[in-house]
């Protein structure tokens, strides 16, 4: 009799020990077990656990967020997949660590090589709209510069003909003063001929003060040709520094993403029946969404897709954050009903 009772007593421990590990591998169970019309124990129910404060997100913003994910797989495969619940079994958790410093720190040097790029850009377009203003410039300085010559060349002329016609008046006065002087019409001739020469003079006189005028506008405009390829070389100068350091952020910002490397932003486990994903890094909305929704198709069973454009691809390079066909081919090959 006392044999009996404690073979009862061992098949009920038994059983027991088997129905708790089937709680809490109920998933695994389902997925490995071919007589169960089930591979994936759905709807898997969640709960949000830790937020941890330098995410700088809330509490009720992270749950929507995960309620967003939830509603994109139950929008694509067309049933109640996930659903969230108080005592939900898996814990979505935001957990901060290096990961999301490398992330912080790759939206910042992101910022810094978009600010060069714009500064660069700007820089560019000053030095486009110079270099029109500079050759405009240039070419009438270059117009003024010869108007100006051929103004020399008539006042050299005009001067040089002022001086024959003086020296010609000066020797007719010292020949009629060695004749004790003209009178009449000679006199009445070089009258008007030192009249023609005073006229000249002045005329000379303005010609100079134009050709100073000339000259003086000439050298304005010089010296703002000096100054505009300053300033151009000073840009260049400027772009090339700034697309120096540009570059150098750019080696930097491909080395920062580098280090992001597979799904590390996000992991799903389950030790043992306790469930969990944590949350590691995150760029933006997007990039959090698509972490929530490839972890969730973890805790739904699903392994790692082929195609890079899938979710479920093991890598994060930029996805949509949407469920696309190969996705959903995949829950329908593992979670078979």
């Excluded at 109640?80 to 935001?94: F, I, S, T, Y």
């Excluded at 410039?137 to 108007?147: G, I, Q, R, V, Y």
Aim: aromatic fraction near 8%.
């Amino acid at each position: 009799m006392r044999g009996i009772i404690r073979k009862i007593i061992l098949l009920t421990i038994l059983l027991v020990s088997i129905g708790v590990f089937v709680v809490r591998n109920r998933a695994w169970v389902a997925k490995h077990n071919p007589l169960s019309q089930y591979k994936c124990d759905i709807p898997v129910t969640y709960v949000i656990g830790a937020v941890d404060p330098r995410f700088d997100m809330s509490q009720e913003k992270f749950t929507a967020m995960a309620q967003e994910a939830e509603r994109k797989w139950e929008d694509a495969l067309g049933r109640d997949v996930l659903r969230m619940e108080a005592d939900g079994r898996v814990k979505v958790n935001l957990a901060y660590d290096g990961r999301q410093r490398t992330t912080e720190n790759l939206k910042t040097i992101g910022t810094d090589i978009e600010s060069g790029k714009q500064a660069a850009g700007q820089s560019l377009d000053d030095y486009n709209t110079l270099t029109v203003q500079l050759e405009q410039k240039k070419n009438s300085f270059t117009s003024d510069s010869a108007a100006y010559e051929k103004k020399q060349q008539a006042y050299n002329e005009d001067v040089a003909s002022y001086q024959q016609e003086l020296e010609d008046y000066e020797r007719n006065v010292d020949f009629w003063n060695s004749r004790g002087g003209a009178t009449g019409s000679d006199y009445e001739e070089l009258v008007d001929q030192k009249k023609d020469l005073d006229n000249y003079y002045e005329a000379i006189k303005n010609q100079e003060n134009s050709l100073k005028i000339s000259y003086d506008g000439l050298e304005k405009r010089r010296q703002e040709v000096n100054a505009l390829v300053a300033r151009i070389n000073a840009l260049v100068g400027n772009v090339e520094q700034i697309a120096g350091q540009t570059n150098e952020r750019v080696a930097e910002y491909n080395e920062t993403q580098a280090e992001r490397g597979e799904f590390e932003t996000g992991l799903y486990t389950n030790d043992r029946g306790s469930e969990s994903i944590d949350i590691f890094q995150f760029a933006d909305d997007k990039d959090l969404l698509a972490v929530l929704i490839h972890e969730m198709g973890h805790a739904l069973g699903l392994e790692h897709a082929q195609n890079r454009s899938a979710i479920m691809y093991p890598k994060l390079v930029n996805q949509s954050a949407d469920i696309t066909p190969d996705d959903i081919a995949l829950f329908q090959e593992t979670c078979v009903r």
